[in-house]
């Protein structure tokens, strides 16, 4: 079946600018997060959620990041006033879970193939 | 709080050759652990877990024990080949408050296979 799907691939901007990501997750899968990948800091988490429930933001780097889930599916990862550290590969990733035994739910994360973000 | 410690690379073998790429954890509850790994322009893809203690993730040739006593999930392989050569990621998760299951990883480890 499809995977999390992500656009646009590649974006260049100015700094001070404005830029939206959109991130489409795998079909049924509730659980939808977003990271980023930049050679300084690694893969961090930014932000998580769950159906209806409250987002986690904790980790977030600053007020310039939001996101937001529309319908319990595709979401958007908006940055604004860019700034050149916020250069990173943005990550999406959606959730399925399955109970065993023993152990409990068990959570998988499958990943999409990123935005680059350039900022100049 | 949560961390993963990754041996750093790069690493070089020759085809054929025994890997070993480290990894140790720290967690405040019982994680799951993971390994990632991404391919030179690919998307990371989940390459194996482990749940518990004493289990064992395995995945095309790559096996890796989840150690709580030495809270370690050590990547290995008997013989890589030239199409592994790609960037390796340790992997937890430990289920917040909120309910997030989110991955704290490490820092990775490019592994280079020459023929």
């Known amino acids: 079946g499809a995977g999390v799907s992500q656009s646009p691939s590649n974006k260049v901007t100015e700094k001070g600018k404005d830029v939206e990501l959109r991130c489409d997750p795998i079909s049924g899968h509730t659980a939808l997060y977003w990271y980023r990948q930049s050679l300084g800091q690694g893969l961090e988490f930014l932000i998580y959620f769950q159906g209806n429930s409250a987002p986690d933001k904790s980790g977030l780097p600053s007020d310039r990041f939001s996101a937001e889930r529309t319908g319990g599916s595709v979401s958007t990862l908006t940055i604004q006033r860019t700034q050149q550290e916020d250069s990173a590969v943005y990550l999406c990733a959606s959730s399925s879970s399955y109970f065993l035994a023993g152990v409990g739910f068990v959570y998988e994360q499958y990943f999409g193939p990123g935005t680059r973000l350039t900022v100049t | ?115």
């Open chain 2, 1 to 115: 709080g949560n961390s993963v410690t990754q041996m750093e690379g790069p690493v070089t073998l020759s085809e054929e050759a025994f890997l070993t790429i480290n990894c140790t954890y720290t967690a405040t509850g019982y994680p799951s652990l993971f390994w990632y790994v991404q391919y030179p322009g690919e998307g990371l893809q989940l390459l194996l877990k482990a749940t518990k203690a004493d289990d064992k993730g395995s995945n095309k040739g790559f096996e890796a024990t989840y150690r709580k006593e030495t809270t370690s999930f050590h990547l290995e392989k008997g013989s890589v080949q030239v199409s592994d050569s790609a960037v390796y990621f340790c992997a937890l998760s430990d289920r917040k408050e909120t309910g997030a299951n989110n991955l704290f990883f490490g820092t990775g480890t490019r592994l280079t296979v020459i023929p």
